[in-house]
């Protein structure tokens, strides 16, 4: 594979309706001087990615104030609604021509340690044509780093308004569009930590069902 570009997609186009206030402006547990999205963006910032924040229109001078500071970290707007895959083929339609992975990280997700972005950051770079995902107590989890070669001939399917993205990821598997799904085993509970409602804020050490989270923050 020829040089390698990476984004970052922060996810951050969900209506928060449980919480009832937009997530990515939380103080993050543990880090109360910071918010979720600062936790996140920062954490990225130090592997020297760019970083992508897609939300919804009216949000985008909130969240771009608290990213200020961070390096290499964009908001753009665009309308609500869909889940994890409709962001991500948003942000394949306006893509620059020669990136080469994408990173989708829901906003809701701030937990994850630097420990395990560096894991996946080396898996991806091992294994350049798969899509690379962290799972911990064999829980899937994200963020998650897809080839955008894998998933540029999938642009313009239904999938990705009708089903959920481990689906996009899996027909372009089937596909052969990539190679396969590597799972890096994690002892980062924070991979499948998201928080949902005020009363996941109370209790961030609290591990989720086995289910797999794959919303739009």
Request: with cysteine; glycine share 8%; hydrophobic share 45%.
């Amino acid at each position: 594979m020829s040089t390698r570009l990476d984004l970052v997609v922060i996810l951050a186009r969900g209506a928060s309706v449980r919480m009832g206030r937009p997530k990515g402006l939380l103080p993050c547990p543990g880090l109360e001087s910071q918010t979720f999205l600062q936790t996140i963006a920062l954490k990225y910032a130090d592997l020297e990615l760019p970083m992508l924040v897609v939300t919804t229109p009216d949000l985008v001078a909130g969240y771009a104030a608290v990213v200020d500071a961070v390096p290499r970290c964009q908001v753009i707007g665009r309308p609500g609604g869909g889940d994890t895959a409709g962001t991500v083929e948003l942000v394949l339609q306006e893509a620059e021509p020669d990136l080469t992975h994408l990173w989708a990280h829901p906003v809701d997700m701030p937990l994850v340690t630097p420990a395990t972005l560096q894991d996946l950051w080396q898996q991806s770079r091992l294994n350049p044509t798969s899509c690379v995902r962290p799972t911990h107590l064999e829980v899937p989890g994200h963020p998650v780093v897809s080839p955008v070669a894998g998933l540029i001939p999938l642009r313009g399917h239904g999938i990705w308004r009708s089903a959920a993205m481990r689906e996009v990821i899996a027909m372009s598997v089937q596909l052969g569009h990539i190679e396969k799904t590597v799972m890096v085993p994690v002892a980062d509970v924070g991979v499948v930590k998201d928080f949902d409602t005020p009363a996941d804020l109370d209790r961030p050490g609290n591990i989720p069902l086995a289910e797999d989270p794959d919303g739009s923050a």
